[in-house]
């Protein structure tokens, strides 16, 4: 049997189990509603399309999501957009709630989650189970990790990635590995993490991707389950306790030629979830989610066309550096260096710079955003303006460490309700070329002569 016949074999015998039941309670009010694997990234993807799409492109049809944390949006969007996976000739799509079946509890960790389905993953009866993080930004042909497994013939093999040590100290697992790849240490999180040898600055990170023997993993599920104070974590608890035992072997996802780190982003936080944005405009030959040879399958395009245009006389449209989602109207307004996802709409002189904007997010005559994380559905009010960090946090807006903005509809109407003349004054600005300007038009009345009522709604500086 040639080594491509072998690996369609080893890939129809693997079960894929993809763990999106994570809370994401460091991306504050945008996991308030829903769970971090269906967070909006780019302008038509969930971040869990990617994991499932690397499942796709790399021929795995046999695939179960187990869900958790606020899923009901994330159900929606796994049956909306694939559930058509089940009507692939020997293809399997499941969704697996957390359901209580042992001792009326939620999934504990990982290996818990894993262990509440062991019935359903018995049933299956795979050689292989393949357990994925679903709420990473990465593109990985999965075969490559199998490949691995099965030549080196281990018993649990886990991807890991090349990243600089401060990144990953307190944030991610990081293990050492022996130069034939078999794991002689590892620790979940650790404050000093070990660096390699070659490249003192990195270390060897996990990227919460694991392929297990599934005879080995039903020994280690059960063996877990009987010890009342583990976290029944994979990271924390089942591999540490493994690697002398059994043959534990690390996978170094690299780029297919090999000079280079590949694209991975543990998007946990505002600000990585912000960079990575950026990312999609500034690293597209990293990370290119429209590249034919390896698509990330996002949404179905069911939305209207981009429209922009230029209805004022005002200001006229000046896009730089901007990636638009379907059904997006933009009239008369800047957008440099920014992300705009599915149907927004940019009123006329709006200045948008560096932002990332998900869903259904109006911007309004004359507002301008820098920096700033705008939630699904908000409603920016006309010549609302947010470029300061300071004054941002002072009005009640959530601020990262790195002077990103989070605006959600909530923290808006709270702040539009306070009638604070100092902050949020109610007359016009001065903010496309020469002129001053209402939200019916330009006037060349001194401000003081405007009525009021031509302001449109109040704005925020």
């Given at each position: 049997m040639n080594v491509e016949a072998d690996m369609q074999t080893v890939v129809k015998d693997t079960l894929v189990l993809v763990l999106a039941g994570g809370q994401g309670s460091r991306l504050d009010g945008l996991t308030e509603m829903r769970a971090k694997p269906v967070l909006e990234f780019g302008s038509h993807c969930r971040i869990i399309d990617f994991?499932?799409?690397?499942?796709?492109?790399?021929?795995?049809?046999?695939?179960?999501?187990?869900?958790q944390y606020k899923s009901q949006c994330l159900i929606r969007h796994l049956m909306n957009h694939w559930g058509r996976l089940n009507s692939n000739v020997g293809g399997c799509f499941d969704v697996l709630p957390a359901s209580q079946q042992n001792d009326q509890s939620w999934y504990q960790g990982t290996a818990d989650a894993c262990f509440q389905n062991i019935a359903y993953i018995k049933g299956k009866a795979p050689k292989y189970v393949m357990i994925l993080s679903g709420d990473h930004v990465y593109q990985m042909d999965y075969r490559k990790l199998l490949a691995t497994h099965v030549n080196n013939n281990a018993d649990m093999t886990v991807s890991c990635i090349e990243v600089p040590t401060k990144n990953a100290a307190k944030q991610l697992g990081v293990l050492s590995a022996a130069r034939d790849g078999r794991i002689t240490a590892f620790a979940e999180k650790p404050d000093t993490p070990h660096a390699l040898i070659d490249a003192p600055d990195y270390c060897l990170a996990s990227m919460g991707n694991y392929v297990v023997n599934a005879d080995v993993l039903y020994s280690l599920l059960e063996k877990d389950a009987k010890v009342a104070d583990s976290a029944h974590d994979f990271g924390k608890n089942v591999i540490p306790s493994i690697i002398q035992q059994h043959r534990v072997f690390a996978h170094r996802f690299r780029d297919p030629s090999g000079d280079q780190i590949p694209y991975w982003r543990d998007?946990?936080?505002?600000?990585?979830?912000?960079?990575?944005?950026?990312?999609?405009?500034?690293?597209?030959?990293?990370?290119?989610f429209t590249d034919p040879a390896w698509p990330?399958?996002?949404?179905?395009?069911?939305?209207?066309?981009?429209?922009?245009?230029?209805?004022?006389?005002?200001?006229?449209?000046?896009?730089?550096?901007?990636?638009?989602?379907?059904?997006?109207?933009?009239d008369s307004c800047s957008v440099t260096q920014s992300v705009l996802s599915t149907n927004c709409k940019i009123d006329p002189c709006a200045v948008i710079e560096r932002c990332v904007l998900l869903p259904d997010v109006t911007v309004g005559?004359?507002?301008?955003?820098?920096?700033?994380?705008?939630?699904?559905?908000?409603?920016?009010?006309?010549?609302f303006v947010l470029n300061d960090k300071d004054i941002a946090q002072q009005q009640g807006f959530t601020v990262t460490p790195k002077?990103?903005?989070?605006?959600?509809?909530?923290?808006l109407d709270t702040l539009i309700d306070k009638e604070q003349p100092d902050v949020m004054p109610k007359h016009i600005l001065k903010l496309c070329g020469d002129e001053w300007l209402t939200a019916g038009g330009k006037t060349n009345q001194p401000l003081a002569e405007v009525p009021e009522k031509e302001t449109g709604r109040r704005s925020a500086s």
């Open positions: 994991p499932l799409s690397n499942c796709v492109n790399s021929g795995l049809n046999q695939i179960a999501v187990l869900t998007v946990g936080t505002l600000d990585s979830y912000w960079r990575a944005h950026l990312d999609l405009l500034n690293n597209r030959d990293m990370l290119n990330i399958w996002g949404s179905a395009f069911a939305n209207s066309p981009v429209e922009i245009t230029n209805s004022s006389d005002l200001a006229k449209c000046d896009i730089k550096q901007v990636l638009i989602g379907s059904g997006c109207r933009l005559f004359g507002a301008k955003l820098e920096n700033v994380i705008v939630d699904k559905g908000v409603n920016i009010p006309a010549e002077g990103i903005v989070l605006v959600t509809q909530k923290v």
